[in-house]
């Protein structure tokens, strides 16, 4: 067994307790990237297929949608660099998160407004 090989020997020099934590810390690590990807596989798609679902003209919605989830791909990552490269990554980041926040307040006012227009519509 490769693992126990390698083990060995740094379990003879170092305390155990140091060892474990980085073991978790690579384990946790490791789930935190498997779920950050499964969650980023399935944003496009799923923005897309809300977009073709949610009331008239859905094609317009979803090329809408698609054009700026092709724009994101190749103009997001050099932006997050340039950022990264002026202000340090952390702070890049910001960028993002700023945006998600901002998305997230925002949704639950669209989707108001857009009930208030379909009941002035309907009556």
Not at 2 to 31: C, T, W, Y
Not at 75 to 98: D, K, M, Q, S, T
Request: hydrophobic share 55%; glycine share 10%.
């Amino acid at each position: 067994m490769p693992s126990v090989s390698i083990a060995d020997p740094l379990l003879r020099r170092l305390p155990h307790e140091p060892l474990a934590f980085d073991l978790f810390g690579q384990v946790a690590g490791g789930a935190a990237i498997v779920l950050w990807g499964l969650g980023a596989s399935l944003g496009f798609p799923v923005a897309l297929s809300a977009a073709g679902a949610s009331g008239p003209n859905s094609v317009a919605r979803v090329s809408f949608v698609a054009t700026l989830g092709y724009v994101a791909f190749p103009v997001g990552p050099p932006v997050l660099g340039f950022l990264g490269e002026h202000y340090g990554l952390r702070n890049a980041l910001i960028a993002p998160l700023a945006l998600v926040v901002a998305a997230a307040f925002l949704a639950p006012q669209i989707v108001r407004r857009r009930a208030q227009l379909h009941e002035s519509s309907t009556r």
